[in-house]
């Protein structure tokens, strides 16, 4: 059964081989387009992935921040309450 080749369709091939007793599937594929237009199409996808990933965490970088300043601020108005309401019990 090694070598043997079988035509899937008419721009891919697989050969069906066994490497040390297990049968194993081997897939060759023909490109229609020049592998250089291929990439050429396929980078800039890459690079809008890599800059909207790089965006995201910077997002969540700056939601990081705004949340501890927003719970120190609420941290501090709080004090201020307790305190007005303590200021406020010993008034009666």
């Keep these: 059964m090694k070598g043997e080749c079988v035509d899937a369709m008419e721009d891919e091939m697989f050969r069906l081989t066994s490497k040390d007793g297990n049968l194993a599937v081997e897939w060759t594929m023909q490109l229609e ?20 990933t790089d965006n995201a965490l910077e997002r969540k970088r700056n939601m990081t921040v705004t949340v501890a300043y927003k719970r120190e601020r609420q941290a501090r108005m709080t004090g201020e309450l307790m305190e007005s309401v303590a200021g406020y019990d010993g008034v009666s």
């Design 33 to 52: 387009q020049d592998p250089v237009q291929i990439l050429d199409a396929v980078m800039p996808l890459m690079s809008a992935t890599c800059s909207a």
